[in-house]
């Protein structure tokens, strides 16, 4: 069970409450009743390492939000960390939107992570009839249900659908101004690219905290799915070295130690905290963070 001390009651208090780098795990809900002890260990297995807050992605639909709802109001409910529930606009009216929050906040939680979303299998984006087009919508629409802080997504890489760094900076900055307060960077394996970010956000005048997202890389065959995931090509030479590795142990190796490298930069750069994307699992996570807490 994830459990650590009291702690503020937000992710902003959080971030300006913190004397070091903040740390936070990403989980996703169970796609049927026999993946959940999957999510179960891999909770438990990551407690060790504290982390400050953890958050479970948002399934739209049906059973699958009741299943993200339920796995978040579990890990909010066992006195574990800060939780933070993910909401997106993806098919769902503003009456829908609400009863989320509704069913969250029954849960005590009131750390939302507010993303608009992509449409399930892909394809261009639509909003439902009766919701909200994109994430500064759903921002204020948040904040406007209640007490909640809410934090948002951030692009290191270029939007695919704008492929406009200086129109996804604008992009942050207004979902900021309706009332965002941190945000928390999609997948991406340059660490320049994350100060890149941050300088375009300051030269707008935006201060919000914006916290990178790690996963380490372990298996040859995640090459091009980590590429979808960032927007981007992965790096030619973590890539050559990839395909040069002898053995699945090089190739893990080799992964651990880029993302280790990668945590090391960012933290030297000013991020204010990592986050690791798990996809429920904990091994190469609890690697990792292991690792760059016994440097710390």
């Known amino acids: 069970m994830l459990r650590t001390d009291p702690s503020p009651a937000t992710v902003g208090d ?35 390492l504290a982390p400050d807050f953890v958050s479970v992605t948002y ?81 204020r629409f948040i904040r406007e249900q209640g007490d909640f802080c809410v934090g948002v997504a951030a692009f290191p890489n270029p939007h695919e659908t704008s492929d406009d760094v200086d129109l996804d900076a604008r992009i942050l900055t207004q979902k900021v101004e309706a009332g965002a307060e941190f945000a928390i960077t999609q997948l991406f394996f340059d660490a320049g690219r994350y100060g ?5 956000m300051r030269a707008l005048g935006c201060t919000v905290p914006i916290i990178p997202g790690i996963m380490p890389l372990t298996v040859i065959t995640q090459i091009e799915r980590f590429a979808d995931l960032s927007g981007r090509a992965l790096p030619e030479g973590f890539v050559s070295r990839l395909r040069a590795a002898g053995s699945k142990e090089e190739v893990r190796e080799i992964g651990l130690n880029a993302a280790l490298q990668l945590c090391r930069d960012l933290l030297a750069a000013g991020a204010p905290g990592l986050q690791f994307f798990t996809q429920n699992r904990s091994k190469a996570t609890r690697e990792v963070l292991a690792r760059l807490k016994d440097e710390l």
């Open 14 to 48: 959080l971030l300006a409450s913190a004397h070091g780098p903040l740390f936070s795990f990403e989980f996703f809900p169970p796609r049927s009743e026999e993946e959940e002890p999957i999510l179960w260990r891999a909770v438990d297995a990551l407690a060790p």
């Open 59 to 139: 399934g739209a639909n049906g059973s699958r939000r009741d299943r993200t709802i339920r796995a978040t109001r579990w890990i909010a409910e066992s006195g574990g960390p800060l939780t933070v529930g993910h909401l997106t606009c993806v098919d769902q009216s503003k009456a829908d939107i609400a009863e989320a929050l509704d069913a969250y906040r029954e849960a005590g939680v009131t750390n939302i992570l507010a993303i608009r979303g992509d449409m399930p299998g892909g394809g261009e984006w639509e909003a439902h009839p009766d919701g909200l087009g994109n994430a500064t919508e759903l921002v």
């Open 196 to 200: 890149e970010l941050v300088e375009r």
